[in-house]
């Protein structure tokens, strides 16, 4: 299994809801991120997981929460986002976060605030 | 001054054309580099690492100067199904992948 798998494909939310993304995989990765892509931007940074642990927070508001439930799983949590978070939030795994390996994607998440 | 730069292009050439695009970092201590490719609304995907001593994959040739933090992606021959935006990509001193704002490559017939 080589696949990062992101769960749900769209979401559209409203400022006041809750809801979480999901991401799965199963390479025995022990690094996983969250990246977040606007339009003809490329992806940035959000955080990074190493082992478990909270190892990179980019300075992102309070209202993005993640968690990670055990090494094959990271979720994010959102609650009370406003429209201009609407964007493309790509999970990613590897290795390690210190190995020289790319990451590998998952297909992203659309995520549409309204 | 942004981490990594990339010409945003686009690059718009004919089937069968070589193609060549440039990257440079800024931070000297980044420690590993790759080149992705992104199709509109896909995910990135690697297309390859690149190494100081250069090194090819089929009709990709990717080339790395330290001394000079450049980065170097050709393509031969290109393929219709080249046409993608091409992201520089550097792991930072912080364990951190930096994306360059990425570079469009339209191959026509």
């Known amino acids: 299994d080589t696949e990062v798998t992101q769960t749900p494909k769209h979401l559209v939310m409203g400022m006041t809801n809750k809801k979480s993304l999901k991401c799965e995989q199963h390479m025995g990765h022990r690094a996983m991120y969250w990246y977040k892509q606007k339009a003809k931007k490329p992806p940035e940074l959000m955080f990074v997981?190493?082992?478990?642990?909270?190892?990179i927070n980019e300075s992102v508001p309070s209202r993005f929460s993640p968690e990670c439930p055990n090494s094959s799983l990271l979720n994010l949590h959102l609650h009370a986002l406003q429209p201009e978070d609407s964007a493309l939030y790509l999970c990613?795994?590897?290795?390690?976060?210190?190995?020289?390996?790319?990451?590998?994607f998952g297909s992203g998440t659309r995520l549409t605030v309204v | 001054r942004k981490e990594v730069e990339q010409d945003p292009g686009p690059f718009n050439v004919p089937e069968g054309a070589t193609v060549a695009f440039n990257c440079t970092y800024s931070n000297s201590a980044s420690q590993s580099f790759f080149w992705y490719r992104q199709d509109c609304r896909k995910e990135p995907k690697l297309l390859m690492s690149v190494y100081s001593s250069g090194n090819e994959d089929g009709r990709f040739t990717a080339q790395l100067n330290r001394a000079s933090q450049y980065i170097s992606l050709l393509i031969r021959d290109s393929k219709l199904s080249d046409s993608a935006t091409y992201l520089c990509v550097v792991k930072s001193g912080y364990n951190k992948l930096i994306f360059g704002a990425g570079t469009r490559l339209a191959v026509h017939p």
């Open positions: 997981y190493s082992y478990e642990k909270l190892s």
């Open positions: 990613a795994s590897s290795l390690g976060q210190t190995s020289n390996y790319g990451y590998t």
